[in-house]
């Protein structure tokens, strides 16, 4: 695609339930990363996909969340029983490769908890 | 442990102005920097990339600079407009993954 696609762009759920992110990159982008963004705070870190390396999972907060990246393409970013401080903007980065680096962002996925 | 910091965190100008933001950064192995603006409730928007070999970046009315050994970028915009208003970040990148960004400076010109 043009740009890096996410959805759901915005979603509101109860304490405990499950919700799935998706990412879908820019194609041909090798690395794909996932950050988060509350409010009023910097970008945090989740987790990084290169090709079929093993992922960097070293910002994910707690085991409740992970991620996989399916034919080194689109990326689901999932929250096991969501807490009230997992709302946040979920933000998707894809970049061409390690070496040229630029990274591209999506529009990002708003998460309420509530 | 990298550590990115943008200062100030806020800044206003009357339209017409030049600006310079400014992003500092403790350790100087990095091997790329790049600036992005965020418009409220948006995505980040890539502005300019700077890879550790480039002293400079320019893009239109944007002016990125990089001093490794200072630990220092700065982003100078000629010219201010009202659509100039917005969030800049910087982002350093240490590794692959370890892509640390700054806290922003968030940017308000006045008509």
């Known amino acids: 695609g043009a740009g890096v696609s996410q959805s759901p762009s915005n979603k509101v759920t109860e304490k405990g339930k499950d919700v799935e992110l998706r990412c879908d990159p820019i194609s041909g982008h090798t690395a794909l990363y996932w950050y988060r963004q509350s409010l009023g705070q910097g970008l945090e870190f989740l987790i990084y996909?290169?090709?079929?390396?093993?992922?960097?999972k070293s910002g994910l907060p707690s085991d409740r969340f992970s991620a996989e990246r399916t034919g080194g393409s689109v990326s689901t970013l999932t929250i096991q029983r969501t807490q009230q401080e997992d709302s946040a903007v979920y933000l998707c980065?894809?970049?061409?490769?390690?070496?040229?680096?630029?990274?591209?962002f999506g529009e990002g996925s708003r998460l309420t908890v509530l | 442990k990298q550590e990115v910091t943008q200062i100030p965190a806020a800044l206003s100008v009357p339209e017409g102005e030049n600006l310079v933001l400014n992003c500092s950064f403790t350790?100087?192995?990095?091997?790329?920097l790049q600036w992005f603006r965020q418009d409220p409730g948006k995505g980040l928007t890539s502005l300019l990339l700077i890879q550790s070999s480039q002293r400079e970046q320019t893009s239109g009315r944007l002016n990125a600079s990089l001093d490794k050994s200072s630990g220092r970028s700065t982003l100078y915009i000629a010219a201010s407009q009202p659509g100039d208003s917005a969030t800049y970040l910087c982002a350093v990148y240490s590794s692959a993954s370890k892509i640390i960004f700054g806290s922003g400076t968030r940017l308000s010109i006045r008509p």
């Open positions: 980065a894809s970049s061409l490769d390690t070496n040229t680096g630029e990274l591209f």
């Open positions: 350790d100087s192995a990095i091997y790329n």
């Open positions: 996909f290169q090709g079929n390396s093993a992922p960097d």
